[in-house]
């Protein structure tokens, strides 16, 4: 017992660092990348008899966070959205304008020394919950939609329309900003 406990303590100082970082691209929130390394040092701990050294320690460590991620969004997705659909239809159920939606986005300004992905990131935390989900899983983890809609319990069809709509707004805000025009 007291070998595992010093295997693990050697493992959180040498990958702690390498797992917060990979949490951190796949959930771009410190505080729930911290928290999901943490789980993942307490599940390599309750399950350490499963590690039977075929693979590197990170590697295994790694496929832990993965699960805990997948965990996090399925979660998330789950959970009550934060958006009001209604807000982006009018009394016809058409979409509203999308300058009346869209109103105070000066915020946004990209500042003289942030890269295109830093502002992009802006961007795509401007997004619906659910649809960051979907985009993360999509282009970040480079998931198969079918597997995506397996995970998060959602019709093809409801995919395919959050994507789209998902990209449309991404594309609103870095038009709007005239972030496009300028060369990276």
């Known amino acids: 017992m007291d070998n595992d406990k010093a295997k693990i303590a050697h493992w959180v100082d040498a990958y702690a660092q390498q797992l917060y970082n990979r949490a951190f691209y796949l959930l771009s929130d410190r505080s729930d990348a911290e928290d999901i390394v943490q789980d993942v040092f307490v599940a390599a701990f309750e399950k350490r008899e499963n590690f039977k050294g075929d693979s590197s320690p990170l590697t295994w460590l790694m496929s832990i966070l993965h699960h805990k991620v997948a965990d996090s969004y399925?979660?998330?997705?789950?959970?009550?959205?934060?958006?009001?659909?209604?807000?982006?239809?009018?009394?016809?159920?058409?979409?509203?304008?999308p300058d009346s939606l869209l109103t105070d986005w000066s915020y946004f300004e990209k500042s003289e020394d942030e890269t295109f992905e830093e502002y992009l990131e802006r961007c795509l935390e401007k997004l619906p919950p659910r649809w960051l989900i979907l985009v993360k899983l999509t282009y970040l983890q480079e998931k198969k939609y079918s597997e995506i809609c397996q995970e998060t319990n959602i019709s093809k069809t409801n995919y395919w329309k959050i994507l789209q709509r998902s990209r449309l707004q991404l594309r609103e805000c870095i038009e709007k900003n005239s972030i496009s025009n300028e060369k990276y």
């Open 74 to 97: 399925r979660r998330r997705y789950k959970s009550i959205p934060k958006v009001d659909i209604h807000s982006f239809f009018d009394e016809n159920n058409f979409w509203k304008d």
